[in-house]
């Protein structure tokens, strides 16, 4: 079950290849994506013990991660059948194939406790999302896709190097070389204190500009505002949390070696910085795709936060992969619609999407909404929770610049988003063919509606599971 997380989405890539209508590829793009649903559900349900060589391991922090990508992938595979039947005149084979491999790769950071092999897959992701930035096949879009190309891979690169170093560190304690989690963690207290610490920071590094921490995440607002929304979907609701899932594993190490401490004090200060960034730079954003480019800088300076506090933040945290994950997923397929309509994504042309598209304009208020941490939506649940072990900890001043940056993100997101939803549809505003359909706006109604779910009610099964992840991090909620 573990090989058919990897192998259907593989499987799936190669018969969209095949496939030679633009109209049925998106249909095949979705029959795949629910198999991976229902497969990754089943193996929540009846998870398959550790591999033998503990290469393959689905942990609790693995399950979290599989099953809020695995989600946002179904509803984009659904969403791409209405969206690009407006997109006919360029083809959708890249950017399908592209889709599958990504899923595919996700699946195996997921599941592996190799961090050699975790770190072939998280670059894989990376590849194959490269060409999907480029779709619009523009000057913009070509710009914003070489950014992202080069500093991702030199992030990852910089986690590669990060690798050596925790390999060398085993080499020069006398034990057996190895790059499996469960060894490392084993044999931390042998393992050479200075290179262990080389390692961490420039695996901190190198992760952290695969999520998009600041200062590391000058390529987000380029490559989430160019490309195609179902694509800005993927990458601020998936592979942000396959690049947190590596930190995850990351401070599972640090905290094996007691030296979590230091690695602690950067992922606070460094996701601190992240939001003060966001919030600078939201302020009047006359693009609204980047505005949530910065918002998702905003929401990984959030998680970076809470697993640096320690604690019951850290639960925050691994609820905040969904929350955040699935709003992501209801902003950029809702925005992607409003785009499309008024062929524009500047607020100086974009206004009254409510009139204009009553159902697209609602989601996206109602998104604003949640993803500012505002009842009953999930993120609320997961802010506050980091927000209320920071005052109980006695970490005022963290707190305080917490609720301070969260404050200026929401008078800024508001003075984008209220403009646009609001008011009258410009006279000279573009008329395009574009209307909402139940193929457009189904797929981010239904995860609006899995976001407001989780914000009233946690399902038992879920819940355990994060209590699960939490244990494995040393945190008792």
């Not at 992760?207 to 380029?222: C, Q, R």
């Not at 939201?282 to 998702?296: E, H, N, P, V």
């Not at 955040?324 to 992607?336: E, H, R």
Request: proline share 4%; glycine share 10%; hydrophobic share 55%.
């Amino acid at each position: 079950m573990l090989a058919a997380l990897i192998i259907l989405p593989l499987i799936g890539a190669v018969v969209t290849w095949l496939i030679p209508s633009d109209r049925l590829r998106p249909i095949a793009l979705s029959v795949f994506a629910f198999g991976h649903l229902g497969v990754t559900l089943r193996l929540l349900i009846a998870t398959p013990p550790p591999s033998t060589d503990g290469w393959f391991n689905l942990d609790a922090l693995g399950k979290i991660v599989l099953l809020s990508t695995s989600v946002l992938f179904f509803f984009c595979a659904i969403y791409s059948i209405g969206y690009l039947a407006y997109r006919l005149e360029r083809s959708n084979r890249v950017l399908c194939i592209g889709l599958l491999i990504c899923l595919s790769a996700a699946s195996m950071v997921t599941i592996t406790h190799h961090l050699g092999l975790l770190w072939v897959a998280l670059e894989t992701t990376t590849i194959s999302m490269t060409p999907l930035i480029y779709f619009n096949r523009n000057a913009r879009s070509i710009e914003a896709t070489w950014k992202y190309l080069l500093i991702c891979s030199v992030g990852v690169a910089l986690a590669l190097i990060g690798l050596y170093f925790l390999a060398y560190a085993t080499i020069v304690a006398g034990v057996e070389a190895s790059l499996l989690l469960d060894d490392l963690i084993r044999d931390a207290g042998k393992l050479s204190s200075g290179w262990v610490h080389a390692a961490f920071v420039f695996l901190l590094v190198g992760f952290g500009s695969k999520m998009g921490l600041a200062p590391l995440h000058t390529w987000k607002p380029d490559a989430y505002g160019e490309s195609p929304g179902l694509v800005g979907a993927m990458l601020a609701g998936g592979l942000v949390n396959l690049a947190f899932l590596s930190l995850l594993r990351v401070y599972q190490l640090c905290l094996a070696t007691r030296e979590i401490a230091f690695f602690q004090n950067a992922l606070v200060v460094m996701g601190l910085f992240s939001m003060i960034m966001a919030a600078i730079f939201m302020a009047r954003q006359a693009d609204f795709k980047r505005m949530l480019a910065y918002s998702s800088v905003e929401h990984v300076g959030i998680m970076a936060v809470a697993l640096g506090l320690g604690g019951k933040a850290v639960f925050g945290a691994l609820f905040h992969i969904l929350a955040n994950g699935l709003t992501k997923g209801v902003l950029f397929l809702s925005s992607g619609n409003i785009h499309r309509s008024y062929n524009s994504k500047s607020t100086d042309h974009v206004r009254g999407a409510l009139r204009r598209l009553p159902w697209s304009g609602g989601i996206f208020l109602a998104g604003f909404i949640a993803i500012t941490g505002s009842p009953p939506f999930a993120p609320f649940i997961s802010e506050f929770t980091v927000v209320s072990s920071a005052f109980i900890d006695g970490r005022y001043m963290v707190g305080a610049l917490f609720l301070i940056s969260l404050g200026i993100i929401f008078i800024g997101m508001a003075l984008t988003v209220l403009p646009m939803v609001m008011g009258e549809v410009p006279e000279d505003s573009e008329v395009t063919s574009y209307r909402d359909t139940l193929w457009t706006v189904g797929p981010p109604l239904g995860l609006l509606l899995l976001v407001f779910l989780l914000g009233v009610w946690i399902p038992a099964p879920l819940l355990t599971i994060l209590r699960d992840g939490a244990a494995l991090l040393e945190v008792h909620p």
